[in-house]
């Protein structure tokens, strides 16, 4: 038994430094409270890093940008040395194959797959601008840190225990924010939440995002155009400044491969959760970003069943990759350059905060008195039990309300990232990183300036103040 507790007080501790904590963490520490940001991993940037989560998805609605603020400053921050380019309008060709999708919208907008911009990014360059902007902002970061309890005492957190190499930490903080992405603080410490869809638990799939070396683009994009039926959508972004020559000038995106797939199941026995493959030409030329492994009736927050998803989805890894070498030209040389270090989950616990953000406050454009950020991307579900999807279009972006990040039970705490106040359905928008970035840096922004109170109490902060805060910071609310 390791005897050695170190307890120490703090005014904010940030749980969780995935893209929402990061932000988080800069915010707070940016308007003058001294930040702890914990992290179980050894990298930044939770599921753009260590997830490969790429690219960035939409911080646009049809060409209206409505994410900024952190968000853009990390995306500049890339580009500066070479890690980035966009965000990149994606114009959509018509009549493909929309047999496994169910597609909604007012106006027939089809932004499918990206919500219109796309920005790609190097996940290697992003985990040294994270550390660099975490460090500017002075922020005191405990890497290799594992929450493992939570303490409560007249309706606030008193500590936030971790264990490590070197002993157990005992944090005791005026603020808390969760930023773990499964709302793993807030549950510990007794708050209510709802693990899935509303009436069944089910979550959505959980996958793992890889890169593929050695592809001949050129020849894949002539395929795809010339067999326009196997896709359910496919956009080529449009570059419109100078690139370096190792940058990939002509990129393209899209969902499908259906007969390749349909047939390699049948006759080669590929090992696969899906009937289509979604593919995004990478920032270099000559790699392609795969988002096609799923694992459904996965539970987040168990570790038996985190456990069996990566085992899963590393198999799909390798036998979808031997069905891609094998059938689609350009393909033939192909490598596995890259997977990712960590399942990625996009649904888990959604904790139940004083507003619960639902499909209809996001598809009806819903604009709230409290107001800390605005929502970009389409409703995107992911069926939890079966391999159709849901895809949404959004005619307006819409806003989430300050409210979703706090929670009855829990004066001291505050919630960001894809954990907040949401149903299933709403978080199907919600859950994607810009988006959490923006909450991310309200949530930071709003225990900065609870923190300067008496009372310390996230229930009676003045939201005017922290509007106006988050636009003199460069965020749209």
């Given at each position: 038994m390791n005897k050695n507790i170190h307890r120490v007080r703090k005014n904010v501790v940030v749980v969780g430094a995935g893209p929402a904590g990061c932000a988080a963490s800069i915010a707070c520490s940016r308007n003058g409270q001294h930040t702890v940001l914990i992290e179980k991993n050894s990298i930044l940037g939770g599921m753009s890093t260590a997830g490969l989560v790429k690219p960035f998805m939409t911080s646009y609605v049809k060409d209206k940008k409505v994410i900024a603020g952190i968000f853009s400053e990390i995306v500049d921050r890339l580009?500066?040395?070479?890690?980035?380019?966009?965000?990149?309008?994606?114009?959509y060709t018509e009549n493909f194959n929309k047999r496994d999708v169910v597609i909604r919208s007012k106006d027939q907008t089809d932004t499918h797959g990206t919500g219109g911009y796309i920005t790609l990014f190097d996940p290697e360059v992003l985990k040294y601008v994270l550390i660099e902007e975490i460090q500017r902002a002075g922020i005191e970061l405990v890497l290799h840190s594992f929450l493992s309890d939570v303490t409560v005492e007249n309706n606030r957190i008193k500590e936030i225990v971790t264990n490590t190499k070197s002993g157990t930490y005992i944090y005791e903080p005026d603020l808390v924010i969760d930023a773990t992405g499964d709302g793993d603080v807030a549950a510990l410490a007794g708050c209510r939440y709802v693990?899935?869809?509303?009436?069944d638990r089910y979550c959505q799939p959980v996958s793992v995002m890889y890169t593929l070396g050695?592809?001949?683009?050129?020849?894949?994009?002539?395929?795809?155009?010339?067999?326009?039926?196997?896709?359910?959508?496919?956009t080529f972004p449009e570059v419109k400044e100078n690139i370096p020559p190792t940058f990939e000038s002509k990129p393209f995106a899209g969902s499908g491969f259906f007969d390749i797939i349909a047939q390699a199941k049948k006759e080669e026995g590929l090992v696969f959760g899906r009937n289509q493959v979604t593919f995004f030409t990478d920032l270099r030329k000559g790699e392609l970003t795969i988002n096609a492994t799923r694992v459904s009736g996965i539970d987040g927050t168990k570790v038996e069943d985190l456990t069996k998803a990566e085992i899963e989805?590393?198999?799909?890894?390798?036998?979808?990759?031997?069905?891609?070498?094998r059938s689609v030209?350009?393909?033939?040389?192909?490598?596995?350059l890259a997977s990712s270090s960590t399942i990625g989950v996009r649904e888990s616990r959604k904790i139940v905060g004083e507003y619960i953000l639902t499909k209809e406050d996001v598809l009806n454009s819903k604009q709230f008195f409290d107001s800390i950020c605005q929502g970009a991307f389409p409703v995107d579900i992911h069926d939890p039990v079966g391999e159709k999807g849901t895809w949404i279009e959004l005619n307006d972006s819409y806003s989430i309300p300050y409210r979703c990040l706090i929670t009855p039970e829990i004066d001291n705490l505050i919630i960001a990232g894809r954990c907040i106040s949401t149903t299933h359905d709403a978080q199907a928008s919600t859950r994607v990183m810009p988006t959490c970035i923006a909450i991310g840096q309200a949530a930071g922004t709003a225990a900065a300036i609870i923190r300067q109170q008496i009372t310390k109490n996230v229930h009676n902060i003045e939201i005017k103040e922290l509007q106006n805060r988050l636009q003199n910071q460069g965020a749209i609310i």
């Open positions: 580009r500066f040395y070479n890690g980035a380019l966009g965000p990149l309008k994606c114009p693990l899935g869809r509303e009436e050695g592809i001949d683009a050129d020849r894949v994009r002539e395929y795809i155009l010339q067999n326009r039926d196997q896709f359910e959508w496919l989805t590393r198999k799909q890894v390798f036998s979808l990759t031997g069905a891609l070498r030209p350009g393909f033939e040389n192909c490598f596995i």
